[in-house]
């Protein structure tokens, strides 16, 4: 476990110099450096008091040292979005995904006609930023595009600035690229402002391109995103949260689970965890398959209780979650009580048949803990991508505060997950058995890579090995770790 001083101490001073926030609303209030150190000082000693994670991977020596030139290089009054592009380097030092920064809500909620955005979506493949999709009314930059440069910065640097200040189980890098590839246009505003144009360079087939592109409102980037893709769903849809299909004959089910949380599923999704999964059970082992993908993909946890609820129909014999929770008392992490502990029995009516699980940066938390027992258990094969969740050790439990001045919105910790072993902990996700990864044109047109090689996968399998199905070329997008 690497405990080193962060190397960024020797660069603060120098990001500090560069010029962000182009764009930025003159009237945001300024606050005084006694004010910013005041709020640095309460970020430091809520998280010394309540996270029991805070050294899992930076030693104290190390955080302290980050803290302390933090505070030395408030040398004038900041704005709010100033001082969060000050303090959020300190992500990538704590490096716990469920410790969260975020810019106060009148900032992150504004009304959808008075803040300005980037009208497009990105996705990071490779290090490099393209378009996707397109949210304007004209194709000055069309989807397909690989952008080399916003107003005058290296989109590598923009991606370079903006990973750093993202949060992270651990080494993990899969889930800071899934949360810009979801959410760019945001995390850029809040470390580079909104100007009311944006230039552009980029590349369309090789060749250099220029472009001058008008913000536009959040408003009208929902409407031309509508208009653009009909054909998409960018809202939950009731019903959608848990979705059973049993397809080819009963050869193979296809189970989603988008989110583990039973507040969002029961208002936004309409359905009950327990109830939807013991049916689509029933229905599985009625339907004889042997043969399922649960499709994890994009999943950010919930409820651990329903973990453990869908884990007791995939195994069949007595298994545990998480073998310990740690707590902060007195500024010493001990052991304390937490849900979901002890040995879990299988359900009767358990799946037998082969299991293979879909994963990728945007697995994580309870996601993460249910991967992590059937890896333990070896009960699957494990396709995509690295899951954002750590394996071994998370947090959670969260406390949210607001620091006092600038109004800045914390998440901290107050338990330690311990699910398989600290002691094994290498700072990494669940690595899949095959790496599969889409290309761009796969996104492009809208192609589930990971479930089309998997689908295969089940087809060779079933076939005695025949190489390909229906045209699947398996080592186009297959590295093996």
Known sequence: MIKQIPTFILTLYAFLNVSFGQGSNNQEPVFSTEELKADLKQLRTKLENNHPGLYLY???????KVFDSLENSILKPLTELEFYRHITIISSIIKDGHTILLPDEKITNSEGNIVNFLPYHFVILNNQLFIDMVYTGDNSIPAGSEITSINNVAASEI????????????????YPLWILSNYFRQYYSFIFGRPANYSINYKISGQPNTASVKALTKDSIYFYRQKNYPGKTFSNLPNEGLKLKI????????LTIKDFHNDVLKKEYKQNFDKVIAAYFEQINNSKTGNLVLDLRNNQGGDIENGVYLLSYLLDKPFSVVREYNCVNNNEVLHCNGPSLGEHPPKPGNFKGKLY???NGGSFSNSGIVASCLQANQRATFIGQETGGNPSVISGFIKEIKLSNTKIRVQIPTKQFVITSKANNNGQGIIPTELVIPKLTDILEDRDTELDYTIDL??????????YADGFRQDEHIKKP
């Open 159 to 174: 991606i370079r600035l903006l990973s750093e200040r993202q949060v992270r189980d651990g080494n993990n890098l899969t």
């Open 357 to 359: 699980v879909l994963i």
């Open 247 to 254: 397809e080819n004959g009963n050869k193979y089910a296809i």
């Open 58 to 64: 930076s030693s104290k020596p190390a955080i302290d």
């Open 458 to 467: 089940i087809n060779r399998t079933n076939n005695g090995g025949q190489r």
